[in-house]
């Protein structure tokens, strides 16, 4: 206003001088924001110039935002291969003797500042719109002179410094930093006695959602119930040991009118690699190998939807991690969103969805973040999860405790299956491992070093003869402790039945592997967190007359968690898929 005012002025005066002196300002000052790229908002965020968002992005940042489920499988993140059937992982993190990738835990965080190297280019905002929070693309010199100052309010901004490297700011209100989820006990514990009352109460009363228009699907899945309710008694069986089971005349039966009845629809939407990528190597390859015996699998799969009893959701936990989230940026909304619009693409496509709210379809996760990512917009499915943590959402009666198996040859994923009978087991109790999260920090306080039948070790060196040095232990060891990790998962449950010894699974709030069939007390000892000073009293106080049943109980469940690259009855993918049936019939409703 001032300016336009002193140009009238000089313009009656007759002075053009002044005016055109004053014009040239201007536009100096017009230019110099301009070659800046910035305008600020009151609250010191930056305004972007029109265009500037897709400018900022790279060409692949670009298409996927363009398309987010279309991402080339060509674009492989550094430390998968691809064998010519999917991606696989390079090196893993072996929790037992690698740890050459350490993949976090976090709890959301809403209040902190986030700076993030970026390479190639810079980065957009967000790959989503929805993200609610603000990036800003700042020019740095030097990433060590990367200044936090505090502003009032207790907003945080960096102040850039000159350098050639680029950076990405993420400017959030910060008061105190929270601590990790992860590295916490959990505020309540619900004991095996509780979860086993809940099981019980949701099969007599369902809460699944009454579908909006009826199916003869429906009626051929709760005719099927009465049948299993009303099973012929089972007490000897030349394929299924009874003793590892809730109910063996129950599950007989269920697995029985599976194998003739059920049809899975199998969602054809999404490419690679987020969706029909299995990984069939390391930690997390349970979703990958279900994935891909059942999208191979004919004799369940049904190519009509119509014809349905399930239907599946074809997504990698793992890729969607490999891929969208950002290395140490603590968030994980973007991962999140995706699945949401791809659950948003299928219900708006497809009938199917929204007639049970979700109720009759299916997913198989075994990366820790599943349950975030799939909460709210998937929260009706049936989730077959590794995390099975009834603190984080894992409802019991409808979820599957999905068993976290660590595969180490793709080609052959029974390699140095077995172990050494009871007699020839001399180490009491065995565990080697990383410290991930804050549990096995307290087992090893407590039994490092401390007593000669308590094999209790840190992470293991690198290298074969230590990898042999492992599996040998649990090969020669009476039981094999399970402490959870950064999530009350851990693959050595599923890895102590793979070497016959009987798991010690110490992890409050877990549910174990196929908790609606099987009777865990049967074949492993579940401790409390709070009992781990007394950890040797309670083996030590296991008759051995009671030890040898439950190490011939661990070997006779050995074939229920095992991978075949041609499903055998039974088996591990046979298993998971009876699961997510069994709950599916205990949890229908009729019109």
Known sequence: MEIRSELRKLSRS?????????????????????????YLLPDGRRLKLPNEHNALMTPS???????????????????????????????????????????????????????????????????????????????????K??????????????????????????????????????????????????????LTRHRRSSRAMRPRWSSRRDEEILSAR??????????????????????????????????????????????????HTPILKGLYAS???????????????????????????????RMLEYTLYVRNSHNRTNLRQFLKEYTEHISSKYPFFNRTGGADHFLVACHDWAPYETRHHMEHCIKAL???????????????SLPETYVRAAKNPLRDLGGKPPSQRRILAFYAGSMHGYLRTILLQHWKDKDPDMRIYGRMPLGVASKMNYIDQMKSSKFCLCPKGYEVNSPR???????????????????????????????????????????????????????????????????HFLWHAKPERYDLFHMVLHSIWYNRVFQAKRR
């Open 386 to 400: 590794c995390n099975a943590d009834v603190t984080a959402g894992f409802k019991i009666g409808r979820d599957i």
């Open 145 to 198: 002179s990367v200044k936090i100052s505090v502003l009032s309010g207790g907003s945080s901004i960096a102040a850039p410094v000159l350098d050639n490297s680029s950076l990405i700011v993420t400017k959030k209100v910060s008061k105190t930093k929270k601590k990790m989820r992860c590295d916490l006990p959990p505020k309540t514990v619900t004991t095996i006695d509780e979860m086993n009352r809940t």
């Open 493 to 559: 449950v599923v890895e102590s039945i793979f070497y016959e010894c009987v798991p010690v699974i110490i992890s409050d709030n877990f549910v174990p592997p196929f908790f609606e069939v099987l009777d865990w007390s049967a074949f492993s000892v579940i401790v409390a967190e709070k009992d781990i000073p007394r950890l040797k009293d309670i083996l030590m106080s296991i008759p051995e007359e009671k030890y040898v049943k439950m190490q011939m109980a661990v070997r006779k469940a050995q074939r």
């Open 226 to 275: 009465k049948e299993i309710e009303n099973a012929p008694v089972v007490t000897i069986d030349r394929e299924l040991y009874p003793p590892i089971f809730r109910n063996v005349s129950m599950f007989k039966r269920s697995y029985e009118l599976m194998e003739r009845i059920l049809k899975v629809y199998v969602y054809k939407e999404g490419n690679r690699p987020f969706f």
């Open 14 to 38: 007759g002075k053009p001088t002044w005016a055109v002196l004053v014009a040239v300002l201007a536009l100096t000052h017009v230019l110099l924001l301009l070659s800046y790229g910035r």
């Open 61 to 143: 940042q670009n298409a996927l935002l363009r398309n987010t489920l279309a991402v080339n499988v060509s674009a492989a993140p550094i430390g998968l291969e691809n064998n010519g059937s999917g991606l696989r992982n390079g090196p893993e993190d072996d929790e037992g003797f690698v740890d050459s990738v350490d993949f976090e835990s976090f709890e959301d965080v809403n209040d902190s500042v986030i700076v993030k190297e970026v390479t190639g280019g810079n980065e957009s905002d967000s790959l989503f719109p929805s993200e609610k929070f603000v990036m800003e693309n700042v020019s740095l010199q030097s990433q």
């Open 287 to 317: 979703e990958g190998w279900f994935m891909k015996l059942m999208e191979g699998n004919k004799r369940y799969t049904v190519k009509d939807p119509r014809r349905a009893h399930l239907y599946y959701m074809p997504f990698s936990a």
